[in-house]
């Protein structure tokens, strides 16, 4: 080949993909600029959202929102009188810090305490299932309103509070669509969709992408820094105990046994805490739905039951009365029922899912004292706690 010929073809294809990339290599471009107004914090375990850092904006995207496949939301965070960058028009734009947000979620209200942030909360879709006492007191000074309305969005009363950001759940199944009121009426609405997450510390790291929000990545990168080094240590701790007991999960309804599957969140929450989980090798991350007869021959021998109701006033008896079957278990017979129902309100409202979540560590140590409680004796059960008889 001529090497004039050559030459031309090398221009041609590097010219080529230079304009093929398009807000790619923007995007590429930006994050080469190491020169940013913000403190930084970095994404290690979660799957489901990215952080990047510019100049002048945060660019956060939700990766399969709704679970399974599907797009990639990007939103544009930036203080206020910031011109939008070019070559993000599909992304909603975030004005931050934000001041006043409406929550669909109590996961949400333990994402606000961890980051000391409660009182940026104007909204909630329902007032009912608060367990955090600094919310609960917000809402009795009314400084807090119900936003929900038939298991969805009361689009009419959001407009009229004006919130700078609706944080909403990314249901399976769901779309943007669904929201496209708020997005005409300029309120951004950004899908939380931590429960596509299979490991506690990846479920825990959503409360970087709140810290985004808040600008309070300086918080976040030192008080999550604290609790990834304890669980890991924890971990490590268990993995020395000498025997694995079995544990069982969860409870028999009339249409099926759902258990953890082998990769979810709770599974490893077993594993991690040194424990033997019949179903640890399924490669499912949802439930699975199993019949009482497919359960029953690992249920006679499992050293323990954990998540065995969620009523606070369960005991061993009320358990059994439900059906006869489960006084032959072995975990029934020694009363080693455990549930994650010992930090529950009178509105029947549970820690476990608002604090619990962005708290792990606290969680791995409630398994590891009640599946080795020589390792941790001087722990005291925070979440969990022994059904009486």
Request: net charge neutral; proline share 5%.
């Given at each position: 080949?001529?090497?004039?010929?050559?030459?031309?073809?090398?221009?041609?294809?590097?010219?080529?993909?230079c304009?093929?990339?398009?807000?790619?290599?923007?995007?590429?471009?930006?994050?080469?600029?190491?020169?940013?107004?913000?403190?930084?914090?970095?994404?290690?375990?979660?799957?489901?959202?990215?952080?990047?850092?510019?100049?002048?904006?945060?660019?956060?995207?939700?990766?399969?929102?709704?679970?399974?496949?599907?797009?990639?939301?990007?939103?544009?965070?930036?203080?206020?009188?910031?011109?939008?960058?070019?070559?993000?028009?599909?992304?909603?734009?975030?004005?931050?810090?934000?001041?006043?947000?409406?929550?669909m979620?109590?996961?949400?209200?333990?994402?606000?305490?961890?980051?000391?942030?409660?009182?940026?909360?104007?909204?909630?879709?329902?007032?009912?299932?608060?367990?955090?006492?600094?919310?609960?007191?917000?809402i009795?000074?009314?400084?807090?309103?119900?936003?929900?309305?038939?298991?969805?969005?009361?689009?009419?009363?959001?407009?009229?509070?004006?919130?700078?950001?609706?944080?909403?759940?990314?249901?399976?199944?769901?779309?943007?669509?669904?929201?496209?009121?708020?997005?005409?009426?300029?309120?951004?609405?950004?899908?939380?969709?931590?429960?596509?997450?299979?490991?506690?510390?990846?479920?825990?790291?959503?409360?970087?992408?709140?810290?985004?929000?808040?600008?309070?990545?300086?918080?976040?990168?030192?008080?999550?820094?604290?609790?990834?080094?304890?669980?890991?240590r924890?971990?490590?701790?268990?993995?020395?105990?000498?025997?694995?007991?079995?544990?069982?999960?969860?409870?028999?309804?009339?249409?099926?046994?759902?258990?953890?599957?082998?990769?979810?969140?709770?599974?490893?929450?077993?594993?991690?805490?040194?424990?033997?989980?019949?179903?640890?090798?399924?490669?499912?991350?949802?439930?699975?739905?199993?019949?009482?007869?497919?359960?029953?021959?690992?249920?006679?021998?499992?050293?323990?039951?954990?998540?065995?109701?969620?009523?606070?006033?369960?005991?061993?008896?009320?358990?059994?009365?439900?059906?006869?079957?489960y006084?032959?278990?072995?975990?029934?017979?020694?009363g080693?029922?455990?549930?994650?129902?010992?930090?529950?309100?009178?509105?029947?409202?549970?820690d476990?899912?608002?604090?619990?979540s962005?708290?792990?560590h606290?969680?791995?140590?409630?398994?590891?004292?009640?599946?080795?409680?020589?390792?941790?004796?001087?722990?005291?059960?925070?979440?969990?706690?022994?059904?009486?008889?």
């Amino acid at each position: 080949m001529p090497r004039i010929l050559y030459l031309l073809i090398s221009i041609s294809l590097l010219v080529s993909g230079c304009t093929s990339s398009g807000d790619k290599q923007k995007e590429q471009q930006a994050a080469a600029d190491t020169i940013t107004q913000f403190v930084k914090t970095d994404v290690h375990h979660a799957r489901g959202f990215d952080i990047k850092y510019f100049k002048d904006f945060k660019l956060v995207s939700i990766i399969n929102p709704f679970g399974g496949k599907g797009d990639t939301l990007q939103y544009v965070l930036q203080k206020k009188g910031v011109a939008m960058p070019d070559g993000y028009a599909s992304a909603q734009r975030i004005e931050i810090p934000v001041k006043s947000l409406v929550a669909m979620s109590s996961m949400h209200i333990g994402l606000l305490g961890f980051l000391d942030s409660e009182n940026v909360l104007t909204g909630l879709g329902s007032l009912q299932y608060v367990y955090s006492p600094k919310v609960i007191a917000l809402i009795k000074a009314g400084k807090i309103v119900e936003v929900g309305r038939d298991q969805g969005l009361n689009d009419e009363k959001v407009i009229e509070m004006r919130p700078g950001l609706v944080m909403t759940i990314g249901n399976p199944g769901g779309k943007m669509d669904h929201y496209r009121i708020l997005k005409e009426a300029g309120i951004p609405v950004l899908i939380n969709s931590e429960w596509v997450e299979r490991t506690p510390l990846a479920r825990a790291e959503w409360v970087k992408l709140m810290a985004a929000l808040l600008d309070k990545e300086e918080l976040v990168n030192q008080k999550f820094t604290q609790i990834e080094n304890e669980y890991e240590r924890l971990s490590a701790l268990a993995q020395k105990a000498v025997t694995k007991p079995t544990v069982l999960s969860g409870l028999n309804t009339k249409d099926a046994w759902f258990l953890p599957g082998g990769n979810s969140y709770m599974a490893r929450f077993f594993k991690d805490a040194g424990a033997y989980y019949p179903w640890q090798n399924d490669p499912a991350a949802e439930s699975l739905p199993l019949s009482f007869e497919a359960v029953y021959p690992f249920a006679l021998n499992a050293d323990y039951w954990l998540n065995v109701g969620f009523d606070s006033r369960d005991t061993r008896k009320s358990i059994i009365a439900q059906d006869t079957r489960y006084a032959d278990f072995k975990a029934v017979r020694a009363g080693r029922l455990y549930s994650y129902n010992r930090l529950v309100n009178e509105q029947g409202s549970n820690d476990f899912f608002e604090s619990g979540s962005v708290n792990p560590h606290t969680v791995l140590a409630d398994m590891i004292r009640i599946f080795h409680p020589e390792l941790l004796p001087d722990h005291q059960l925070v979440y969990y706690k022994q059904l009486p008889e």
